[in-house]
Nanobody, 115 residues
Framework: QVQLVESGGGHVQAGGSLTLSCTASESFFTIDGMSWYRQAPGKARELVAVVVGPGRGNLDDSVKGRFTIAADSAKNTVYLQMANLKPEDTAVYYC?????????WGQGTQVTVSS
């Protein structure tokens, strides 16, 4: 069972930046996929970014050009670098790991962006 520990959330002004971190209890070589989701109040959880290969990630259109996903396999850690944050980015952000068709989730970290 993969355990995920997230950190880096907080409260920033619009236009600010934050970097979220997610460290897995197992090597990335045993994990099939790593991604970040978010869930705003009253809304469904949505995919924000997914690692698709070394140094490569896919991003939702709403965050393209502002967010970057990066993975450090030596540290079993995936990062979500967020810049030019907007109030609509306010949500709980969750790290996800998929291993043999099983999904594992972090505890979530709150990101609040004020205008």
């Amino acid at each position: 069972q993969v355990q995920l520990v997230e950190s880096g959330g907080g409260h920033v002004q619009a236009g600010g930046s934050l970097t979220l971190s997610c460290t897995a209890s197992e090597s990335f070589f045993t994990i099939d996929g790593m991604s970040w989701y978010r869930q705003a109040p009253g809304k469904a959880r949505e995919l924000v970014a997914v690692v698709v290969g070394p140094g490569r990630g896919n991003l939702d259109d709403s965050v393209k050009g502002r967010f970057t996903i990066a993975a450090d396999s030596a540290k079993n850690t995936v990062y979500l670098q967020m810049a030019n944050l907007k109030p609509e980015d306010t949500a709980v952000y969750y790290c996800n790991a998929r291993q043999r068709l099983q999904d594992y989730w972090g505890q979530g970290t709150q990101v609040t962006v004020s205008s």
